[in-house]
Every structure is written in C-alpha cells, then in structure tokens.
C-alpha cells in the first residue's frame, strides 16, 4: 500500500533488452532492462536483505540462480533499509513482506506463464535468514508465518537465537545454513549452532578461515570502498570476497537443484 509499499527487483533469464551500465558502490552484473523472460516455467527464488540493508545486496548469487534458469525476486523491506529505517521497526513485517511479494508475483498476469508456483525457494540473508526461518514455520513469541509455498531455504549468517526451540524441531522444509566462523555480528555459538542444534532437515556448512559477517554482500568498487563503512566492505587480508561468493553460489545452485528438481 501507499503508506508501506513492498518494493521488488526482479531478475530473469533473458537474451533480448536494452542493456544497461553503471557505477555503483557495488561490482554490477551485465543486465538488461525489459528484456524479454526466455519461454518456459521456470524456478522462482525470494530474496531477504539483512538489517538496514537493501534488495541488491546479493546480487552477486542472483546473477548466478539466473544463468540456471531461475527467476529471482529481492524484496525491500520498508522501514529496514538504509534508506528508511525507523528505529522501532516491528521484525513480523519481514514475513508478511515476503509473502505479499509471492502474492503478486504469482497473481500478475505478465509474470504466470513463466513462474512455476510448485518450484518456488527462499534466500536469506543475516536478519533476511531469521524472515526464512519464520516463513519455515519458526516461531518467536508463539508468532508463526509460515508459508507453505516455500520449499527450500538457503540461508547465509542467519539471525536465529530469537526462535522457540520446539518449533525449530517442527519445521520440515529442507534448510541449508553457511556462516563464517569469523563472524563477529551473529556469532555462531549463539545462531548458527543455535539453529543448527534444533532444526532437523538442514546442512550446516561452516566457512572455516577468516571469513567475516558482511562476505555474503556484494564484492565493493573502488567507489563502494571509499563510500561505504569499512565494517561492510573490508574483509580480513586472506579473503577473497568473488572467491567465496563462487564457492557459496556452487552450494546454493546444487541445494537448489535437488530440493526444486526432484
């Protein structure tokens, strides 16, 4: 609505647009703008940014989701983002963002010969990974939104401590976590071995050199290096920020693969 709009960037496999090019504070991949969606219904990934963060943080696996045929959706969460963010923003909106976003894209008319509604996956990241958790069937405070549309969660530095533990044991969608171990933002002693701990369908994978919290965003530009906090795009010397990004696309594409082709 007009007083909390729920903003969608949508990237799609495409060979015909107009191709765009630009400077960001982030390394940018080769897109083109109303480009023609290749024929055929295809896999539909969800995106959840992080805390104060924004729909393009993760570009760098979309890019790769796509070039496998998927249709990617990244949602802004109003009121959690850079732009907007509001000190008492109420976390049970992430969800119900998420949900709304899967209303209409599944209700558009342009979009429901190219989504098959059977194959539709969540990606999360940081406070985006607590939204997929909740949407698995995770509850906070007895707070449940699950949706059952959602079979697959891939999930980078997720936020979890929150969670009832019985209910994490009660959730039976397919979940695979990757944090690292360096992670000074959610460590792991309190989220991801929380998580890890409680829920039963999932992978763990534990990134095992100095990979930090902030890894799973986008790699910066010169730009985006002298315009950004240094927290969120400076990593420890021996981390290759596209190399790890390569590395966690491979685990994204084959959790994909089998929970979305089988």
């Not at 190399?243 to 959790?255: G, L, S, T």
Request: net charge negative.
């Amino acid at each position: 609505n007009q007083e909390r709009p729920v903003e969608i960037v949508l990237w799609y496999p495409s060979q015909e647009g107009n191709p765009i090019c630009q400077e960001t504070v982030w390394k940018e991949p080769h897109v083109v703008v109303e480009g023609i969606i290749q024929e055929g219904k295809h896999p539909l990934i969800v995106f959840s940014h992080g805390w104060e963060g924004e729909k393009r943080e993760q570009m760098w696996l979309a890019k790769k989701l796509v070039e496998q045929g998927y249709i990617v959706a990244a949602v802004d969460h109003f009121g959690n983002t850079w732009k907007n963010p509001s000190p008492n923003y109420p976390w049970e909106q992430r969800p119900a963002d998420i949900s709304s976003a899967v209303d209409y894209l599944m209700e558009n008319p342009s979009l429901q010969s190219y989504i098959d509604p059977e194959r539709i996956g969540f990606v999360g990241f940081s406070m985006g990974g607590l939204t997929g958790i909740w949407l698995a069937g995770g509850e906070i405070e007895v707070k449940s939104f699950k949706d059952p549309r959602f079979k697959a969660y891939f999930l980078m530095a997720p936020r979890g401590a929150e969670f009832d533990a019985e209910s994490l044991k009660r959730v039976t969608a397919p979940i695979f976590i990757v944090s690292g171990k360096e992670d000074k933002i959610l460590p792991l002693e309190k989220q991801g071995n929380f998580l890890s701990k409680h829920l039963k369908n999932h992978t763990f994978i534990i990134l095992e050199g100095h990979e930090g919290h902030f890894v799973f965003m986008n790699t910066p530009t010169p730009l985006g290096k002298r315009e950004l906090p240094p927290a969120i795009v400076e990593d420890h010397p021996s981390v290759n920020r596209d190399q790890v990004h390569e590395h966690v696309a491979e685990m994204a594409i084959r959790f994909f693969q089998k929970e979305l082709h089988s």
